[in-house]
């Protein structure tokens, strides 16, 4: 078990910057998920501590080592692949014994290695069977296995459910938060997938364009997002996002005008970034499951009804404004229920809009309003 | 009408297809029929049937040394296409993982090597292989037959490396292998197919190679097959029956070994459009 | 501190890979180098000059081989029979192989493994045995050829068939084409089964069956691969030896003569090594011209 540490990591491929100085400290036994739209530069992260990719400027520590130059090998980590990655010539015993014999490991330490991994995995069924006469899901789990039995000090993990299809990965995502609670061991996980993100994580790290948009517990990120972006990639549907205009901003309160809306007021919640005046354009954001109840209704014509059993969403063109962004499409906006609803395409209907669940975002796209919580 | 029309195009399709396949296996068949026969009935009836199963032909050109020529060919291909496949994978694997521009540059150069033909060099090669002491040496054979072999072997491997999957060699790696571990312990023993395709053309071209082992080998003790059987017409003038049985103990056992794999065979050979 | 030592032992990782690249590159480049790289340079080398099989004496003479060459008869017959060899074969060898290839791959269903695997057969028999058998099978005396034409009541040629100079290179391209034609057919099939079959169907329903199928949908779907096949006859005419070496030894009268046995007539009958050298080189550009042309060619691919 071990902390890892990254400071100023650069990575170019080309011209292209890959990962622009990048600062994380990840705490002993933590379970970090690194998320961001593909190209953000998280499995470059993730490889570059891996060692599969050597950084251009900037230092990585696994507890108190640099193992910035090391061989991936020396360097503690092990790390389950997106694609398995299993030798398709070894045993299942083979693959995850593999690492410790290359190390010089005895056969008989091998061999317990093998069996205390496998039985961790509950794979001990197929410790002589080829990677091939195995199932998706087996396959992962022997790869996970090959990590285990390595007892390396950080688990790293590239999008490994991915391949997997929706049931199953629904039981190897509860399985992976067991696992990481009986080995208690420093995890790294990059996927795109958000519920995967929102489930595991101790902390979500989202990334994009190869520089670190905010780090922080899975509410925290999703209640109180640092900025637009980091707002937009949490949740699903998408915040809807107007565009509004400051008409006050005093008193540690801000005050901004919709076209058709009533004014929107909220405290000013962050004070750093830049200086607000009245008449400045800035963004509203209101997530679609803050909608249906509260302080002001309006009546929103339905374009698009998903009932999801669970929850229905309402995809539909507001009668008094207009959206900017978000999952719906042009001006239009998303409405989460969250039970079943009756509408059809075409209906009018009236829906609630509490005042105080707006987020107020600056022309930065920096967050300065939180939305109350619901 | 259709119907009539159908069955009378596909009589033809069959006719043609059906009358090639005649046309060679006659030669076949009566290399092997001829070497039953008496040098007598040779002369007197050419096209008839062998009066009966007449094996002193064969014991005639067995005696020229068949057999030995057979070992030779064995040892010297069996060689031959081991250095082939070791050296063209590893200079296929190095050239496709190599960083920057120069893999690419060198493999050109290689590529450039296919194109050269060893009938146009047959000068210099003689005279390196005689200047190194090299005549009738059948394991020296081996160098010039690995160096003609290299170049397609490496254009044949290069193309599998490149679609080799990466997260397996980066396991290896994080499981601590070298480069060369990776190469020796992950890509070569699941590279099968490509080894197999690259073991199969080569044996071919090496099993029936002629201008480079008439130049180098001539004591008839360190002979291959194909200059040992063009011995038997100048030993046996106007035995051909002889003639004929050397032949088919030469050409037999490749057209065995053809016909009980030629789906590799095919696959290998066909390898080569692309 | 850290921040200067850190930088060196990068590089130094990356040298430990560019050695075992290199090591991993020595053995091919090696084997290359002696027997394909040093000898072209020493071809090109000892065409300026005149000298025999064992002779220690070289000769400096320029670019004598090469006016020696340009006006010897028998290097422009060996040239003609090199062409004569290519063309012939990319009509029969490449022409009847996509004939061959285009029935089995859809006319005919029954028996077509057996017959591909015989068609294909000669090509895994050694050309000096071919050779022999055609011998033998053309032989004037004992062959079996004669004896048919004879039985259905024809004259052979006075001269036999490999004896007559007006027709041996056409026999010996016919021989040429019985070992080849199946190996163009297997090249051509792979290409043909490559083919999406709903093309078609998706032609039939435009009208184009049979003749006109092959012509407007198959020619066209395997042309990368008909190119392919045309430049490997093509530089197999002209790399042509044992076949004729075994048949003719370029007989009778040069009238079979190709660059190849020449070449081989001239260093080590003759032992004229230095004029072999110059037709050597003369062979080698054109080699090199085609395979730059099939580079090219598969690059466009």
């Known amino acids: 078990m071990s902390t890892v540490e990254i400071s100023g990591l650069v990575k170019n491929f080309g011209a292209f910057q890959a990962l622009k100085s990048i600062d994380l400290s990840i705490g002993d036994g933590e379970f970090v998920v690194m998320v961001g739209p593909s190209g953000c530069g998280k499995s470059t992260l993730l490889r570059a501590i891996a060692g599969l990719e050597m950084p251009d400027d900037g230092m990585i520590m696994v507890g108190d080592r640099d193992v910035t130059f090391e061989e991936p090998a020396d360097r503690g980590v092990a790390m389950v692949f997106q694609n398995y990655a299993l030798y398709p010539h070894m045993t299942v015993a083979g693959n995850m014994g593999f690492g410790l014999k290359m190390a010089g490991i005895a056969k008989d330490a091998i061999a317990d290695a093998v069996q205390r991994a496998s039985d961790i995995l509950s794979i001990g069924d197929h410790l002589h069977k080829q990677p091939k006469a195995l199932s998706g899901g087996q396959k992962q789990r022997v790869a996970i296995g090959r990590a285990i039995t390595r007892q390396p000090k950080v688990f790293l993990f590239d999008e490994p459910l991915s391949n997997l299809d929706a049931a199953l990965r629904t039981r190897m995502r509860v399985e992976l938060g067991r696992l990481h609670n009986e080995l208690n061991a420093t995890m790294i996980y990059v996927t795109h997938d958000q519920t995967e993100a929102m489930t595991m994580a101790d902390r979500i790290v989202v990334l994009s364009s190869g520089a670190i948009e905010q780090v922080g517990s899975p509410r925290d990120l999703y209640n109180r997002p640092g900025n637009l972006f980091v707002a937009g990639f949490l949740g699903s549907p998408k915040m809807n996002v107007l565009q509004a205009t400051l008409v006050s901003a005093t008193d540690g309160e801000l005050t901004a005008s919709v076209a058709g809306l009533p004014d929107i007021t909220r405290p000013l919640d962050v004070t750093e970034g830049r200086e607000l005046a009245v008449g400045d354009k800035v963004l509203l954001g209101i997530r679609p499951e803050a909608l249906g109840e509260g302080d002001i209704s309006f009546n929103l014509k339905a374009r698009v009804v998903e009932n999801l059993g669970r929850e229905t969403l309402i995809y539909g063109t507001p009668e008094n404004f207009r959206s900017c962004d978000g999952d719906a499409e042009d001006g239009d906006i998303v409405v989460q229920y969250p039970r079943q609803y009756d509408a059809a395409a075409g209906q009018t209907l009236t829906v609630g809009m509490p005042l105080d669940a707006f987020y107020i975002f600056d022309s930065d796209g920096r967050t300065r309003s939180f939305a109350a919580a619901h | 009408m259709e119907q009539r029309r159908f069955k009378a195009t596909s009589l033809v399709l069959y006719g043609f297809t059906g009358l090639w396949s005649l046309m060679v296996l006659i030669p076949i068949a009566y290399m092997i029929m001829a070497a039953f026969k008496t040098k007598r009935s040779m002369f007197i009836d050419p096209i008839g049937w062998p009066d009966a199963l007449n094996w002193e032909s064969f014991e005639r050109a067995w005696g020229v040394g068949v057999g030995g020529f057979m070992i030779n060919s064995v040892l010297v291909t069996f060689l031959s296409v081991v250095v082939i496949v070791i050296f063209s994978g590893m200079a296929a694997y190095a050239l496709t993982r190599m960083p920057g521009r120069s893999g690419q540059i060198i493999y050109l150069l290689i590529v450039a090597g296919f194109a050269i033909p060893v009938q146009a060099v047959l000068v210099p090669v003689f005279q390196i292989m005689s200047g190194a002491g090299f005549l009738n040496s059948r394991l020296a054979l081996v160098l010039p037959y690995a160096a003609y072999g290299i170049p397609f072997t490496v254009i044949l491997f290069y193309a599998f490396f490149l679609d080799f999957p990466r997260e397996l060699e980066e396991a290896a790696r994080l499981d601590g292998c070298t480069r060369f571990q990776t190469f020796l312990r992950v890509i070569l023993p699941l590279s099968g197919p490509a080894i197999a395709s690259a073991a199969i053309f080569q044996s071919v071209f090496i099993w029936n190679e002629f201008i480079l082992a008439l130049l180098i080998l001539t004591k008839p003790a360190f002979k291959t097959l194909p200059v040992g059987i063009l011995e038997l017409q100048g030993e046996f003038t106007s035995d051909w029956p002889a003639v004929m049985a050397g032949l088919t103990l030469a050409t037999l056992p490749l057209l065995l070994i053809f016909v009980l794999a030629q789906k590799y065979f095919v696959r290998s050979l066909a390898g080569l459009g692309k | ?301």
């Open chain 3, 1 to 301: 501190m850290s921040q200067t030592s850190r930088p060196r032992s990068r590089s130094g990782n990356l040298a430990a890979e560019k050695l075992t690249y290199a090591a991993m590159l020595t053995p091919a480049l090696l084997l290359l180098a002696v027997f394909v790289f040093i000898p072209v340079a020493l071809v090109i080398y000892g065409s300026l000059f005149d000298f025999g099989l064992t002779s220690r004496d070289w000769t400096f003479v320029g670019l004598g081989n090469y006016v020696e060459a340009f006006g010897d008869d028998v290097f422009w017959i060996a040239l003609r029979n090199n062409l004569i060899i290519v063309i012939g074969s990319i009509v029969l060898q490449v022409g009847f192989g996509t004939l061959l290839a285009a029935v089995l791959d859809r006319g005919v269903r029954l028996g077509r493994t057996l017959m591909r695997t015989i068609i294909f057969a000669p090509m895994v028999i050694s050309s000096v045995a071919v050779g022999l058998i055609w011998l033998i099978i053309l032989d004037p005396n004992v062959g079996p050829l004669n004896a048919v034409v004879k039985g259905v009541g024809l004259t052979p040629p006075k001269l036999g068939w490999l004896g007559d100079p007006s027709i041996s290179i056409w026999v010996v391209l016919g021989i040429a084409a019985w070992q080849y034609t199946g190996f163009m057919m297997v090249l051509i099939l792979a290409g043909l089964q490559a083919v999406p079959k709903d093309i078609y169907q998706a032609a039939a329903l435009d009208g184009a069956t049979g003749l006109r199928a092959f012509w407007y949908i198959t020619l066209p779907s395997i042309r990368n691969i008909l190119i392919v096949a045309i430049l490997i006859t093509t530089v197999g005419g002209f790399k042509v030896f044992d076949l004729i070496f075994v048949t003719t030894g370029g007989g009778p009268a040069n009238s079979t003569q190709v660059l190849g046995t020449y070449i081989y007539l001239q260093a080590f009958n003759i032992g004229e090594m230095g004029f072999a050298n110059a037709i050597s080189v003369v062979l080698l550009l054109i080699a090199v011209g085609l395979g730059w042309l099939q580079l090219k060619t598969s690059r466009k691919a």
